[in-house]
């Protein structure tokens, strides 16, 4: 992923629908004030600091610390310690799904606000303390 310095206040104008641009605002301020950062374009991705990650395959690049892309069909969080770290808490999230790395959320206003939060602050912080996530090593850049 690269860093592309778009505008993020009118990316987030442009989602449609509406429901969806809402819950992109106010995951946008969530994950704000969890990550202490001002957001950027990461192409279609709002990101939030920055790092570097490595796979086993010896495949890198250079990814958000924690990012958003609000697609038509949910909010996608991305989250760099994988979803298993966070098995309890998605227990009580509300409606959600998952990938590896990902956690979809299609009403944002369905979902625990806390228990959001709580996986938004264990995941930014495992990245920017450093930690190796389940499936690459991470190196947080800025």
Known sequence: ?????????AFLAKITPAARRRDAETLVDLLREVSGQEPAMWGTVIGFGSCHY???????????????????????LYLLDGIAAHREDLADLGPHSTGVGCLYLKDVGAVDR????????RSHGFVAAGGDGEYAQLTVTA
């Open 1 to 9: 992923m690269k860093l592309t310095g778009g505008d993020v206040d």
């Open 114 to 121: 806390e228990t959001l939060r709580r996986i938004l602050v």
């Open 54 to 76: 490595r796979y086993p395959t010896g495949t890198e690049g250079d990814s958000p610390v924690i990012g958003l892309a609000p697609r038509k069909q949910a909010c996608t």
